[in-house]
């Protein structure tokens, strides 16, 4: 029998999806230059040189080493050049037993999810957050509880999370750089989460955990990303090179369950028992190859400040209200009317595709997806006026 939860999120895709077929189909019918598309996270900086001159390398190997499986972890020489690289950021001494090679940080944090809740057990989001946490905890028959954040810093609010938090909490879902808003949590932010939670942990059988989703780590305008493990044991790090290295269709990253976790060896077992329940055999073996060589080549972060600089001067000239964003391509933008799904449908009309925040659990706002070409989003900011006047600001 068709299982109808599987046909209900297959047959209604996602919003942002949907909006980028709408941005396709208008493209098409009157020019790609005329259409402003910013829903989509795909990066418009190019991938690395040293990403394509690992590939040429690759390619010389026998067919059974570039196509064949790796080791369901992953290859231990990518392993141990992720585990090396974070020693050498942030002073840890991690080892590849450490490391699980994913296909890209929805796998990690899929995976993470089922490896950390049974059935009936809760998993705290912080709103707006990705769309697809819902999914995934649902999947693993938790439930998903959100928890607003300050409406003023888009910073976690640990009194909210403190209030949340029930006998069945099974871990909290962190995202900084944050999508959709572009914060990065501060040190101070995370220590007060993590007084929070160190309380709630009192007379547990087992501690909440911490789900740090970072696939944009690397993505800032300066603000300090705080290596969440430091401050909090029970911490497990989902990471991809979609963002980092723009390469979100080769679909490859990592979970970290670090070796100061005090459960870190069931932990691990309950990761690759999860890789092997939903299916994931091994993460692509070239992209680990290339891994292996580009761990530690720096992303191009330069083209994302010049868009965000353009965007923000822009909008706030217009009217606009934003959160400035310290980190990610997102720019979280209050609605010009309180229906954001309606606000969004008039800015078609000027063929701009922003994002409405619905899609993110929260009413009012929508995001813009900054990690497109400049030149679009120089284009767009005439469009970006004429809404803002029609509105009255
Ligand atoms: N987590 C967050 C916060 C994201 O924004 C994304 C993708 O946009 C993902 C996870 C999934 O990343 P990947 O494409 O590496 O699976």
């Known amino acids: 029998m068709i299982n ?4 209900a999120r297959g047959a ?4 942002i999806r949907e909006i980028f077929s709408y941005g396709l189909e208008r493209k098409a019918q009157i020019g790609a230059d005329k259409v402003f598309d910013f829903s989509l996270g795909n990066p418009s900086v190019p991938a690395p040189a040293a990403v394509r001159a690992s590939i040429e390398r690759a390619l010389e190997l026998p067919s059974d080493q570039l196509h064949g499986y790796t080791p369901a972890p992953g290859l231990p020489e990518a392993r141990t050049a992720v585990a090396e690289s974070l020693n050498r950021r942030f002073g840890t001494s991690y080892t590849m037993g450490d490391v699980f090679m994913t296909v890209g940080a929805a796998a990690s944090v899929s995976m993470t999810v089922h490896a950390l809740t049974n059935p009936g057990e809760e998993v705290i989001v912080i709103a707006p957050y990705f769309p ?5 905890i649902e999947k693993a028959g938790a439930t998903c509880v959100e928890v607003l954040a300050d409406q003023e810093t888009f910073q ?35 220590e007060a989460l993590v007084d929070v939670l160190r309380a709630a942990n009192e007379g547990r059988e087992q501690p909440i955990f911490l789900i740090s989703d970072e696939p944009y780590r690397e993505i800032v305008y300066g603000a300090e990303v705080p290596w969440v493990p430091s401050i909090y044991e029970h911490t497990v790090v989902c990471y991809s090179y979609s963002k980092s290295l723009s390469l979100p269709g080769e679909r490859v990253g990592w979970v970290l369950v670090p070796n100061t976790c005090p459960l870190a060896t069931r932990v691990m077992a309950a990761v690759a028992g999860a890789a092997r329940t939903l299916g994931f055999v091994c993460a692509p073996a070239l992209f680990q190859r290339v891994v292996a060589d580009c ?31 310290d980190g990610a391509f997102y720019l979280w933008v209050k609605a010009l009317e309180d229906d954001a799904e309606a606000f969004c449908e008039r800015a078609k009309a000027y063929e701009l595709l922003p994002v409405p925040s619905n899609s993110f659990g929260v009413p009012g ?15 767009s900011l005439p469009a970006w ?9």
Request: aromatic fraction near 12%; charged fraction near 20%.
């Open 156 to 190: 976690v609010d640990p009194a909210a999370v403190a209030a949340a938090i029930t006998p069945r909490t099974a871990a909290v879902i962190i995202d900084s750089p944050n999508n959709p808003t572009g914060a990065v949590y501060t040190r101070a932010t995370l």
């Open 4 to 7: 109808e939860t599987m046909y």
């Open 295 to 325: 761990v530690d080549e720096p992303s191009d972060v330069a083209a994302y400040a010049r868009n965000r600089e353009a965007l923000t001067r822009a909008l706030s000239e217009y009217g606009y209200t934003y959160v400035e964003p």
């Open 385 to 393: 006026k004429k809404l803002a006047e029609e509105y009255g600001v």
């Open 12 to 15: 209604e895709s996602s919003v």
């Open 365 to 379: 706002w929508f995001r813009l997806g900054y990690c497109i070409d400049y030149d679009v989003i120089v284009a």
């Open 132 to 136: 697809e946490y819902a999914v995934w």
